[in-house]
Nanobody, 121 residues
Framework: QVQLVESGGGLVQAGGSLRLSCAAS????????MDWYRQAPGKQRDLVAT???????NYADSVKGRFTISRDNGKNTVYLQMNSLKAEDTAVYYC???????????????WGQGTQVTVSS
């Protein structure tokens, strides 16, 4: 099995910063893309940022210039540095990874449990 464990959420004032982390562990052969999604109350889950195994990144327009996604392949960990936070960034943030498992070499989707980010205005 594979687990994704997120950390780093919390309450912050508008204009502040937070850093989210997501560590993958378990039966991992390799990890392809790693992503961060977010879901605000009553809304769909949206893609925030993506990073490939080679380090290529892509961002939602709403966070470009404020958020930075990065990863440490040796630690199977992805990070999301969030600066200049706004009230509309308030959501549950989910980590997602495409993982090739040792036992099958097929690619599977895995999700973290989510971490709450609340930005007060």
């Amino acid at each position: 099995q594979v687990q994704l464990v997120e950390s780093g959420g919390g309450l912050v004032q508008a204009g502040g910063s937070l850093r989210l982390s997501c560590a993958a562990s378990g039966n991992i052969f390799s990890i392809d893309n790693m992503d961060w999604y977010r879901q605000a109350p009553g809304k769909q889950r949206d893609l925030v940022a993506t990073i490939t195994s080679g380090g290529t990144t892509n961002y939602a327009d709403s966070v470009k210039g404020r958020f930075t996604i990065s990863r440490d392949n040796g630690k199977n960990t992805v990070y999301l540095q969030m600066n200049s936070l706004k009230a509309e960034d308030t959501a549950v943030y989910y980590c997602h990874a495409l993982v090739q498992r040792v036992d099958s070499r097929l690619t599977f989707n895995y999700w973290g449990q989510g971490t709450q980010v609340t930005v007060s205005s």
